[in-house]
């Protein structure tokens, strides 16, 4: 609706008004509000701080509630604004000096009120931020003061401390880098030379870059906290992900257990110098399991996308971190020239009238003014004087010229100065000094010029004077890995239970009078094959309508290719009894698929579901009225393929059946699984990451030993979770494997050497197969068939070094026996004999031979492992 005219004025609509300061707003908020500057890195807020602290610098600590008052001189809005952007600041440790109680970005505890917390400036900030004369200014929103455009930032600031803005239509979010790899990724780009930079958090934790995209709008980061198992029945969380608070961290993993996610008993936070929360599991639970639940369901795992917005010249520009980087390089490199022009500048000036002043005095000019009668005649009479001792710019020297070179003319101002000098100064005149300062200035003089013509040079010594000066204890904190992907159904805690009414065709978890199949999630897909020759996948609910007929329901996990499924089925078009093998991997969830020809009559006369793809002997009888010689025949699923769910089978027979039973459960016939543990994760998978550990057929185990001197029989699991640095070696256990060691035995003070066969039978428990003797020390471990030795010892000061093949010097004893005695005392050194060949009893290692070496010095301190 329009305005109406009134009294003579012009039409405003609304339409227009709504045009006009709705894109007002939206650009003072953007350019004054939420988004930095490239120049300095800064929101208008964090700029106008800094100034007003710069103002108040005297090197003391200022009361905040002071500073928020000298910052809203120059910032139009509420002191609660400036007061948390400084805090904001001053929690990043880089530009702010803090005292009292700023607050725990960890733990989301705020600061205490501006009162009672002081502030100043970083000798790191009045270095890199400030500097008057390369400062463009600007007046104060009510005109009274001057404030700084930009402030002449000679660092990636915008890049080492991060920022977050939302504004109109758009948002920033720039992640934060390590302050030494920002330094050092500026000198590589001053030399020519590409650089790659990745987010470093104060918080510590882990980051996955693989989809960083340079910070640019569509990439996008993992971040973790850190994990650590404290025992089988508590976990600790040591780091945390960027962004998050231990509250709001502990509200998700809380929420996360009352949906039934995982199973914890208790969560406490015992967070103060360093983060700590720990979570007790529920009795029962798998603390590996729910360590990759804990990533899935709670905020112990967060996504961000980057989107690195900055203003240039009044307007939202979408770059990359490397732009910014370059950029910023290339500015400090501006900065630096203009320093070294203004230094130039004035050493030139200081040069120019230390030399006027040498021949005003040495010369005697002052006495040439003493007839003078007019100012005019003084200021003529010393321009005189001096010009019969220099040689102005533009002017040529003559042969044997001694005159004095100025870098400019003469002017009016510099005579007045002469003219200003006390008598007592030109008495007490000295030469020497006079010319020292000269020599002194000439010679800084030619090292600003050196350094202007050199300054890709000058800028690259600049930031390593900053590494130098303030890299100390900045090193990264957040490790930056590759995150396998967790998949929720293979972690989620069995919430829920599964029941089926095959009469009725009905499944649930709400369906407790019925028959109970399995307990399950409430994410898990449930599989429903029918006696009609077709199958669905549903989501589990409380109660859901499948079908009639319920031959087989299960939990189905998407991708399984190892779950086989026999069929034998009778086709109602030709009567014909067709057998087939299939998996399913893929499907829509809700569809009914046909394992049949599709021909009405049609049904199911035998079904097994297979997890390991195992073959199975039937036995089959045909009705006695049939015209086939033989009625009683056994037929073995192993000898047909296994194809897709659509393929009609192979025909079994074109008589009638009468029975189908099972008479004997074959092996997998999809042989072993091959299995990698992946190095960085600790996880076994079959990608193909990381080392190879064997082939793993239906009841194999795994055995893996520790550097702390023990070993385990694991049962296989996929979801087993090892420590790659505590690990020795992992491979498929074959019970002829043979373990070396070679360590100093504490109670007998003597090296030892023993062999064993693992013995145990409890699978998945810990066996120490030293001594627990305080001063016992593992040395060198292998499970190697035939393993060889170098090792040295000292005696009277003197060393001698030996070789060991440990087979020939020991034989295999028992897990408990300590061996036989090697040398009194410790030795210096072990180190592994690489034999020709070597030949594994499995032949399933971790590597061939795999082995520790350790250093260890003469006190036996120090163990290494490398």
Known sequence: MDQVPQNGHDTVTLSGMYKDYFLDYASYVILERAVPGIWDGLKPVQRRILHALKEMDDGRFHKVANVIGQTMQFHPHGDAAIGDALVNLGQKDLLIDCQGNWGDMRTGDRAAAPRYIEARLTKFALDVAFNKQTTDWQLSYDGRKSEPIALPMKFPLLLSQGVEGIAVGLSTKVMPHNFIELIKASIKLLEGKSVKIYPDFQVGGMVDVTDYNQGKRGGKIKVRGKIEQVDKKTLAIRELPYGITTENLIDSIIKANDKGKIKIKKVTDNTAAKVEVLVELAPGISPDVTMDALYAFTNCEISISPNACVIIDDKPHFLSVIDILKTSTENTKELLRQELEIRKGELEEKLHFASLEKIFIENRIYRDIEECETWEAVLETIDKGLR?????????????????????????????????????????????????????????????????????????????????????GKERRTKIMTFESIKATQVVANNAKLYVNRKEGFVGSSLKKEEFISDCSDIDDIVVFLKDGTFKVVRITDKVFVGKNILHVAVWKKGDDRTTYNMVYLDGKTGRAMAKRFNVTSITRDKAYVLTKGEKGSKVLYFSANPNGESEILGVQLSQGCSAKKKIFDFDFGEISIKGRGSQGNILTRYPVRKINLKEKGSSTLGAIKIWMDEVSGRLNTEERGQFIGEFDTGDTILAVYKNASYEVLDFDMNKKFEAKDLLAIQKFAPDTVISAVYFEGSKDWTMVKRFKVETTKNNQNYPFLSDHPKTKLFFASTDVQPKISYSVRINKEKFDKELDIADFIDTKGWKALGNKLNDGRITAVKELKSEKKVSTSDQKLKAGDSIEFNIDDKGQGLMFE
């Open 388 to 472: 019969k001792y220099v040689r102005v710019p533009n002017e040529k020297a003559k042969a044997g010229d001694k005159r004095i070179a100025l870098t400019r003319d003469i002017t009016e101002e510099d005579i007045v100065r002469l003219t200003e000098i006390k008598i007592k100064r030109i008495s007490k005149y000295n030469t020497f000094k006079a010319d020292e300062l000269i020599a002194r200035l000439e010679e800084e003089l030619k090292q600003v010029k050196h350094d202007l013509a050199h300054l890709t040079e000058y800028a690259i010594a600049y930031f390593e004077r900053l590494l130098d000066k303030y890299g100390k």
